[in-house]
């Protein structure tokens, strides 16, 4: 007795199931409004990589398309069932002229496609003679900005959301203080790598003020899609006032509110061991801690943000959350349970500490 054969699939249904699934996946890369768009350029950097990219592109579509084509044409015109079963096709193996013409063919296209290619990549990595500086660290998860000092002003430190004046280029010099994470603001510039012990350049401008989005693009660890990050172009006169700002040490509470019992809290909780308060950090503790930002030797000590203005951000914990009460409440009560893999422990604090700190927090600008 034979076992009954399964239902045999019809082509029609296998090809309406390709058909339908191929335009699900077209239909989920389209969006009306896309902010970490590659193709749509708004600095110099990043138009100088799609006028590279865009033509070979399109050479890329046309020979596509004729490869395409010609097995389409072969798989029909040779098929089985118009020429017999015993039919076999003309050879052309040892046909000198075509096989030395499809082997330089490729290799001009090559070579033409060589020359812009590598001269923008030339270009790019060149430090424009009027570029800003910023230090970049990466660490999980989250991005950490270092303005340089002046005769008149401080460094500045910020995380996640990077400040830069519009019509200027920015020179960032970035490094990793754990595992290898890659910088992309894809309007603004091409991706790069960020690794521990090394240090990698990057040029990024803006054409006009607004807010660009980017992302860690290099498998990272657990929060690893939640490694964000936002460049905030301001004009040259708005983007001095926010430096002169974030240079300066925070502002202390008035006595006996419930913001100076929010700093109290930071002290007595051991927040200074990871995050940079100025005015509240001892001397030694800030050097101790900017001294680990760029040190790769296993030290399982964390680093966490510097919270001096953390309160004129919008955004905490990567890019992740809105800086508002309601998430930075939500933060404090479970970090690691809002992030995963945060480095940030529970700490347990009654909803009155919450409170406390959070609107302290917020008074921080």
């Known amino acids: 007795m034979t076992s009954p054969q399964p239902p045999r699939v019809r082509p029609s249904r296998v090809r309406f199931g390709v058909l339908v699934v191929g335009l699900g996946l077209l239909l989920a890369a389209c969006a009306e409004n896309a902010p970490q768009d590659t193709l749509e350029p708004e600095g110099p950097i990043s138009r100088q990589i799609d006028d590279l990219v865009t033509p070979i592109f ?3 579509i046309v020979i596509g398309l004729a490869v395409l084509a010609a097995i389409l044409y072969a798989s029909w015109a040779f098929r089985r069932s118009r020429q017999g079963e015993d039919y076999i096709p003309p050879q052309i193996h040892g ?5 030395i013409g499809w082997t330089i063919a490729p290799a001009v296209l090559l070579a033409v496609i060589a020359v812009p290619t590598v001269s923008t990549i030339l270009d790019l990595a060149d430090r424009p003679a009027d570029a800003m500086d910023v230090t970049v660290y990466g660490a999980q998860w989250w991005w950490e900005y270092e303005y340089p000092s002046t005769s008149t002003r401080g460094p500045v430190v910020t ?29 603004l510039a091409g991706k790069k790598d960020v690794v521990p012990g090394r240090w990698h350049t990057l040029t990024i401008q803006a054409d006009e003020p607004g807010e660009y989005f980017g992302q860690c693009v290099e498998f990272c660890g657990a929060s690893h899609a939640n490694m964000r990050l936002r ?39 051991g927040c200074t061991t990871c ?43 990567g890019s992740l959350f809105d800086l508002n009460i309601g998430e930075l409440k939500a933060w404090l009560r479970n970090p690691p349970e809002r992030k995963d893999g945060s480095l940030m422990p529970n700490l347990n604090l009654t909803e009155d500490e919450i409170d406390a700190l959070a609107n302290y927090l917020l008074s921080l600008d």
């Open 159 to 187: 995380a996640n959301e990077l400040h830069i004046p519009i019509d200027q280029p920015v020179h960032l010099t970035m490094t990793s203080r754990d595992v290898i994470h890659s910088y992309w603001v894809p309007k």
């Open 58 to 60: 399109w050479v890329a």
């Open 231 to 269: 460049v905030i172009a301001h004009t040259p006169d708005e983007f001095e006032d926010w430096l002169d700002h974030n240079a300066a040490d925070r502002t202390a509470p008035p006595a006996g509110s419930l913001e100076a019992t929010g700093e109290d809290l930071i002290t007595a909780k």
């Open 275 to 317: 995050h940079v308060l100025r005015g509240v950090s001892t001397a030694d503790q800030i050097e101790a801690l900017r001294g680990r930002l760029i040190r790769v030797d296993g030290d399982p000590t964390p680093f966490a943000p510097d919270l001096t203005h953390v309160g004129s951000r919008g955004t905490f914990a």
């Open 95 to 99: 046909n000198t002229r075509l096989e």
